[in-house]
């Protein structure tokens, strides 16, 4: 049995000593409390005495050597067991400064517990893994966007949802965002909500990518949904956006109003001659939309003007031509867009806006899907409108609408009367923009680009 | 304003030692007070030799009373010297809080000016030292809030002198901590000559990009050396700022580090209720939410009264480094 | 003057002290004067405050003896004076100037504090006056720690005055600041004005003896027991204290039995802890009238003088109550100045 003497420490903020002077050699008896070796420290010098009854056996510290507190500095041999074998070197000590196994406070033990990627192979284990519910801000936190990613997917026009995390529990950081903007390229859009009507709503719909493919109202949208007499509906974030968006235009944007008659009577034929096998080929049904969108374009194309917006520096002519769909959900209402309507074929077109209207339905549409436009399709006549004032979007200068389709008795050109499949197109225009003029220009090539259009034509 | 002829390896107290000894060679309005600075050089030697060298009138000696070493020194400092007292331990500053925060600190406001308050109070403060419950307190927050109390807490040698030296020039009261354990655990080179640090400047002390830890004291040199670890062995990019000012706090430093990281923790010996941490994570959260990429977390001293005397006690209060890396590791991570 | 503790306090009122060979008529016609000037100041400042025009006076009313005759001891340009909240007559007597009390009353942008402080809360450096907050006794110690550097430089014939009230000597840094002063002998004099009222609290509650002056002893100093609607005594003792303090022999402690005649200050009634008719025994030894009386019974001034001094004191407080008044506040944005040298930096 040994005793391995360790330098003590010798007054507070002292963390070495240096061995004065040895006062017992090796092989001398020791009582126990004899003093058996000087120690100075630069605080005091004492004498140390024995914690053990025995025999000096070794030294393992020269005189005048100075050593960490906690350092051995003899060993002692039990006098009963003199003669034993030297003592090894995991002899216990008695003052060597405990490495605790598990020094953490229970809420560090309760972080520990978290479930962490598996850190290489040199990080040590930080004490035992246990069960204990996680209570840690850390891994609560893991469900939601942090502030700071949140700021950089808007920034660069991203959903947070269809990027892949790479931080704990698949968290997306930060630098995923980064990564994954760089990867799609381009520089970041500027993040002008103006442009982005429902952005809030998108945000929160998306985060559901994954789940049920038709999405349930619920809460305050099921409410809405399923309205019952004498009750006040909360706000949903996508109802305070529309009615935000709606006051402001119709307040901002002075509406003036025009309508034309169009005969979609051939159109309509060219319409029903190729639905089925344009089901068939695209999976999509063909409406009149795409004929109309394809006729908007042309007519816009004609009529800069109603691709502008008003800016206090002047009327901005926009570049693209990105023609929003304005869709009716049930609780809510989305515009997504048609980027360059004007490149696409009534084909393009079709596809364009049934993906849209899918996307729409899934409640699967992208911040992206939803800015950039600059005029705006309202087809009402799907629910049996004949004539409607819409509001202009915010930041165009100019939304139609498509009524439903109606046959009636219509003078012809040669002054006879025949059976036409008749349909009205209203037109609310920005009067800062555009005056009257102008509008019934569009809205004359836009009726005759859809008059024009028969079944000889191209999809 | 560094006059530097080369440099010296000291201990933290040696440094303290040294520098209060130039300032009392340069400057005779200067002097030390305090319970034990004379024959006995200060509990931790700090003054040791100064009696013989200066005198009884400088090295001053006083009555076992610490309300009346803050309040005599400010009545000095008002008219016209620039006494350094030193309050023997930190737990025992409460009797002077009065002159601290009441006096001292507001003495320039008070008169508009008219009087000022050129003060020093010296005072070791923290554990690790197995000094129990009355010679182990961190004491910083209790004085944080105080407009016009300068509070430094330097970790190294050399900040230790480049702060005393600014504490000594500074015209207004300024409470200078000193932690124990860092004492003559703690060695580095200090410049020869005087110069200051500024009063209200961090250091940063290790630069990366993945998490800004922010400490003073003892704590800096665990965290410095948590955050090597992690980067040796496991390439993880931690930046550690000492703090150093306490108050006035280099806000700047801290900002842009967290934008930079976009994760923070703060780590202090010191409670952690209403703590340092708290005012830091407070302003980042003000200031930077939207840099976020991780809730602030804080590890400090767990909100009981201090430390024990009893061995597990005072290791369970203490901040081990394997906790700051274990911490560190998970907000790189997460 | 009488040493401790065998005095009595003022009663049974004796005349005026004999022993004012040292003082010219001049000199007393000024304690006379500087005694007037206080009570009409302090009248002015309860008036204003009855006026709506001030939010706060606090009154010196009986301590004009102790105050007149410790100022005309004062050294004016070598002693320093480290007073407290009720000494405006005895700023004023070591030579505040009157206007600058009322720019404290008023709060105005001109006080030397810049409208911070309580009125009666006086600082001015360049006379050798301390700034001092409300917190009672804090004080002492910075009057102790001036004496200090005062010795430390080793300048001779300075002193230090410091004031403070029967209650202030409960305070342990009372006890720590004279205690420190007494270890070193420092060049100070301490001048308890025992106006035996700590706003309710009479003398007997606040300690268990009934002189203050006896607590020197504990210190190892001089304790002095005076008169203190006295000001020639009070003018004797404080400047043979001062004297010995600036000449090496150490700190004295002078207990000048006064008494309160106001209420504590504006905000305080004190008909709610004291009777009408205590504060009527000590009207008839009224200080001022009683000094009064002496100077023309022994000739130095004429009743003729008397109210031409009253008059022309009443116009100089009129005149410093208008003008002061006409002042300026200080702007908001002083709130952020004089915190440190240089900018604080705080959070915003």
Redesign the interface.
């Known amino acids: 049995m040994a005793t391995t003497i360790t330098m003590p420490q010798l007054g507070e903020s002292v963390t070495e000593g240096t061995v004065a002077q040895w006062l017992k050699r090796v092989g001398d008896p020791i009582e126990k409390y004899e003093s058996f070796v000087e120690v100075s420290t630069d605080k005091v010098n004492a004498e140390v005495p024995s914690p053990a009854t025995g025999i000096l056996s070794r030294i393992l510290v020269n005189e005048g050597e100075t050593v960490a507190t906690g350092t051995p500095i003899a060993v002692i041999e039990d006098v009963a067991a003199a003669g034993a074998p030297a003592p090894s070197a995991t002899a216990p000590s008695i003052a060597e400064p405990a490495q605790m196994a598990d020094a953490r406070t229970p809420s560090e033990q309760i972080a520990a517990a978290i479930p962490t990627p598996a850190a290489n192979g040199a990080a040590r284990s930080a004490g035992p893994q246990t069960t204990t519910p996680s209570g840690a801000v850390i891994s609560s936190a893991s469900a939601h966007a942090s502030p700071a990613v949140r700021k950089l997917a808007r920034e660069h026009n991203l959903v947070i949802a269809e990027i892949r995390g790479t931080g704990q529990n698949g968290r997306v950081t930060a630098d995923d965002v980064i990564a994954y903007a760089k990867q799609r390229g381009g520089a970041p859009a500027p993040a002008a909500l103006g442009a982005m009507p429902y952005a809030g709503e998108a945000f929160h719909t998306t985060q559901q990518i994954g789940g049920a493919p038709a999405p349930v109202p619920h809460g305050a949208a099921a409410m809405y949904a399923n309205p019952q007499f004498g009750q006040t509906i909360p706000l949903t974030p996508a109802r305070k956006i529309i009615a935000e968006r709606m006051v402001e235009s119709k307040h901002t944007a002075p509406h003036a109003w025009s309508m034309v008659e169009v005969d979609v009577t051939n159109v309509w034929k060219w319409r029903s001659r190729e639905k089925d096998g344009f089901q068939q080929q695209t999976g999509y049904s063909l409406t009149l939309l795409p004929f109309m969108l394809r006729a908007v374009s042309e007519a816009i194309r004609q009529h800069p003007l109603l691709n502008a917006r008003w800016t206090p520096e002047g009327i901005h002519v926009n570049a693209e031509i990105n023609l929003g769909i304005a869709i009716g959900l049930e609780t809510n209402l989305v515009v997504p867009v048609i980027r360059n309507a004007d490149h696409l074929s009534i084909k393009g077109l079709a596809i364009a806006a049934g993906e849209l209207i899918e996307k729409a339905r899934r409640n699967r549409l992208s911040v992206d899907d939803l800015q950039g436009g600059t005029f705006t399709v309202n087809n009402v006549g799907a629910n049996g409108s004949v004539a409607s004032a819409p509001i202009i979007n915010g930041g165009q200068a100019g939304i139609v609408t498509m009524e439903t389709v109606v046959r009636k008795p219509v003078v012809t050109k040669d002054d006879a009367i025949a059976i036409r499949s008749m349909m009205n197109v209203c037109l609310s225009l920005d009067h800062r923009v555009i005056d009257g003029l102008i509008a019934s220009r569009f809205l004359n090539a836009l009726k005759a680009g859809l008059e024009a259009m028969g079944p000889t034509g191209s999809l | 304003m560094a006059v530097t002829t080369g440099t010296n390896v000291m201990n933290n107290v040696e440094a303290v030692r040294a520098t209060l000894y130039e300032a009392l060679k340069n400057d005779p309005r200067t002097l030390v007070m305090g319970e034990d600075v004379g024959p006995r050089g200060n509990v931790f030697l700090i003054t040791k030799g100064f009696l013989d060298e200066f005198g009884p009138q400088r090295v001053l000696d006083t009555p076992l009373a610490e309300a009346s070493i803050v309040g005599i020194a400010v009545g000095m400092a008002m008219e016209g010297l620039r006494p350094i007292a030193e309050i023997q331990f930190s737990d025992f500053i409460f009797p002077a809080f009065n002159q601290i925060v009441g006096e001292a600190a507001k003495t320039r406001y008070r008169s508009n000016g008219d009087f000022t308050c050129p003060l020093v109070i010296r005072t070791p403060y923290g554990g690790g030292v197995r000094g129990s419950l009355s010679h182990s307190i961190s004491v910083e927050a209790l004085f944080y809030h105080v407009p016009g109390l300068k509070i430094v807490a330097p970790s190294t040698p050399a900040d230790m002198k480049g702060l005393l030296n600014a504490a000594i020039d500074d015209p207004d009261p300024v409470l200078y901590l000193e932690h124990k354990k860092t004492y003559r655990l703690i060695k580095g080179e200090v410049p020869d000559g005087h110069y200051t640090i500024p009063i209200g400047k961090a250091a940063v002390r290790k630069e990366g990009h993945q998490l800004t830890v922010v400490s003073y004291g003892l704590n800096v040199h665990q965290a410095l050396e948590a955050a090597n670890q992690l980067e040796a062995d496991e390439a993880l990019k931690v930046e550690v700022i000492d703090l150093r000012s306490i108050r006035p706090m280099d806000k700047q430093t801290i900002l842009a580090s967290v934008r930079k990281t976009r994760k923070l923790l703060i780590i202090h010996e010191d409670n952690k209720f209403g703590g340092i941490g708290a005012e830091i994570s407070a302003m980042v959260a003000e200031e930077a939410l939207f840099d976020l990429d991780a809730p602030i977390h804080r590890l400090c001293g767990p909100d009981v009264p201090p430390m024990g005397y009893a061995l597990p006690l005072e290791e369970e209060f203490m901040i081990s480094t394997e906790r700051m890396k274990q911490r560190m590791r998970e907000m790189v991570k997460f | 003057m009488a040493k401790a503790p065998s005095a009595q306090a003022h009663a049974p009122a004796p005349a005026v002290a004999a022993s004012h060979h040292e003082l010219s008529k001049e000199q007393l016609r000024a304690i006379f004067r500087s005694m007037l000037l206080q009570r009409t100041v302090d009248n002015r400042g309860f008036q204003l405050n009855r006026q709506g025009k001030i939010p706060f006076a606090a009154g010196s009313e009986g301590h004009e003896a102790v105050q007149a005759g410790a100022g005309m001891a004062f050294q004016r340009g070598r002693d320093?004076l480290?007073p407290y909240y009720r000494d405006v007559g005895l700023c004023m007597a070591c030579g505040f100037p009157t206007i600058e009390v009322f720019y404290s009353l008023f709060a105005r942008a001109k006080?030397?504090?810049?409208g911070?402080?309580f009125p009666s809360?006086l600082?001015?450096?360049s006379a050798g006056i301390?700034?001092f907050?409300s917190?009672i006794a804090?004080h002492?110690?910075?009057?102790?720690?001036?004496?200090?550097?005062?010795k430390?430089r080793n300048e001779r014939d300075r002193a230090v005055i410091c004031t403070f009230g029967e209650g202030a000597t409960s305070e342990?840094?009372w006890h720590?600041?004279m205690?420190?002063a007494g270890?070193h002998r420092l060049p100070i004099v301490f001048l308890c004005e025992n106006n035996q009222w700590a706003i309710s609290t009479p003398q007997e509650k606040q300690m268990a003896v009934k002189d203050v002056a006896i607590k020197a002893s504990g210190y190892g100093m001089e304790g002095v027991i005076i008169d203190g609607f006295d000001p020639i005594a009070v003018y004797d003792a404080v400047a043979a204290a001062r004297e010995k303090a600036a000449s090496g022999g150490g700190p004295t402690l002078i207990e000048a039995k006064c008494y309160r005649f106001l209420s504590h200050t504006t905000d305080d009634d004190d008909r709610t802890y004291r009777s009408k008719e205590e504060v009527e025994s000590h009207r008839k030894d009224d200080p001022v009238p009683r000094f009064e009386r002496w100077l023309v019974e022994h000739g130095v001034v004429s009743t003729v003088e008397v109210e031409a001094l009253k008059k022309d004191v009443l116009r100089e407080v009129n005149e410093c109550t208008d003008a002061a008044e006409a002042e300026p506040y200080p702007q908001a944005s002083e709130l952020y100045?004089?915190?440190?040298?240089g900018a604080?930096?705080?959070?915003q």
Not at chain 3, 111 to 114: A, E, I, Q, T
């Open positions: 320093l480290v006080d030397n504090g810049g911070r402080q809360h600082t001015k450096k301390f700034s907050s917190i804090g002492m110690a910075h009057a102790v720690g001036a004496a200090y550097a005062l430390y342990g840094e720590e600041a205690n420190f270890l100045t004089n915190l440190v040298e604080w930096e705080p959070w």
